[in-house]
């Protein structure tokens, strides 16, 4: 019995200490499933889905002043970065947080904005020693209509993007099971073949080749993945966040790492995304300033004359006003009211200028009475006689 009390109680001893170890890693810190509010098995495409809602949500930008915002934007970038990294997320679900910061060699967290960056399109990452530990496999480029509107306000555009993704039922290995991969008999898993050419007596050349048993990778498989055919990779839609910022040009590229397709023992490409600039109804850019073409009638441009125009902000309407006369080709330049400068700053010189030129619409015709009238307003004498009763002179006739 007492033998038995003992057994009994080293084994109690030892599920409290599993459970504890569990409720350590689930309760030692931050809840990073919690924060981006997703599941403990989401998928990487669900994870990401909620990074983007919930950073642009809570950016500080779209938050002045809002400390909780800010703090849950770091919150969220950090939750992301372990989640989206195997080996982070494999040491969080066992240990915690705590297991974390424990881990050897451990460099914390990227800055959040940085992260936000590259997500939203950034500059192409590289490793510790700046250069690619494997190839780097093609970059996608996509051209994106914008408007000028957006150009000038900015905007945020989901873009539907298919790729080819590492497939998820083999994990890229391309066989039915883990089994079902085995080392290559040709090359005994070296990937490579040598083979050797006797051109003469006591002359033997010996040349080195990748396998062509085994496409140089070492091990060749019995049973092909039933999703992927043994492809390792499979067609997958996602949706990329373009961001285009205040100022923006036609032209300006915006480019995601490695979001294009993954390519066995490659590392993927970026996409690189192409702001197309939409014709606009009233308007015309030209680097920072805006081009218009207003038309105004005779007796405005004698007399002087005050319009209000559209902007390329609905919101904003912009003031046309002449005192003197106006004669046609005159250009009315509006400073300050163009687009954003960029880098974007405050105050003067922060917008390009407004540039209107006029176009003054004659009459059709003129009667006898009124060709008299102008005379005695204008000066000056006819150039023709024309008698009494005659019926109007066309423009063309002038």
């Not at 993704?165 to 990937?191: K, L, R």
Request: glycine share 10%.
């Amino acid at each position: 019995m007492r033998r038995f009390g003992l057994s009994a109680l080293c084994v109690l001893c030892v599920a409290v200490l599993c459970l504890a170890a569990l409720c350590h890693g689930a309760a030692g810190g931050k809840d990073y499933y919690s924060i981006l509010g997703v599941a403990r098995d989401a998928s990487q495409q669900e994870i990401k889905r909620q990074y983007k809602t919930l950073s642009r949500k809570h950016h500080p930008d779209k938050n002045p002043g809002d400390e909780q915002a800010h703090e849950r934007f770091i919150a969220v970038a950090e939750a992301y970065e372990v989640l989206t990294d195997a080996e982070k997320r494999e040491i969080y679900n066992r240990y915690g947080e705590d297991g974390l910061r424990n881990q050897a060699g451990a460099g914390g967290f990227h800055d959040p904005f940085d992260i936000f960056a590259q997500f939203f399109g950034g500059p192409v990452r590289f490793d510790r020693r700046g250069q690619r530990a494997r190839p780097r496999g093609p970059d996608v480029h996509v051209r994106v209509p914008v408007t000028l509107r957006e150009l000038y306000a900015g905007a945020e555009i989901d873009v539907a993007v298919s790729k080819h993704v590492t497939c998820p039922h083999c994990d890229g290995d391309g066989a039915a099971s883990h089994d079902d991969v085995e080392t290559c008999s040709a090359c005994g898993g070296s990937g490579v073949r040598v083979v050797k050419h006797v051109l003469g007596p006591g002359i033997v050349q010996q040349m080195q080749s990748t396998c062509d048993a085994c496409g140089g990778k070492g091990s060749t498989i019995a049973r092909p993945c039933p999703r992927c055919a043994g492809a390792r990779v499979v067609r997958d839609a996602d949706s990329l966040t373009v961001r285009v910022e205040p100022g923006m040009q036609h032209g300006a590229e915006i480019a995601f790492d490695a979001e294009a397709d993954q390519i066995p023992d490659h590392d993927p490409g970026a996409v690189v995304f192409h702001l197309v600039l939409q014709p606009h109804a009233v308007f015309t850019r030209h680097g920072d300033d805006l081009h218009a073409d207003v038309t105004i009638s005779l007796l405005d441009a004698l007399l002087g004359f005050a319009r209000s125009i559209p902007h390329v902000d609905p919101a904003v309407a912009i003031e046309l006003s002449r005192a003197a006369v106006t004669p046609p080709g005159f250009v009315h330049v509006l400073h300050g009211k163009g687009m954003p400068r960029r880098p974007l700053e405050k105050g003067a010189g922060a917008f390009g200028d407004m540039h209107i030129t006029y176009s003054v619409q004659f009459p059709a015709a003129i009667d006898s009475e009124a060709r008299g009238d102008l005379i005695r307003i204008l000066g000056g004498t006819s150039l023709t006689a024309t008698p009494p009763g005659s019926p109007p002179l066309a423009h063309d006739e002038l």
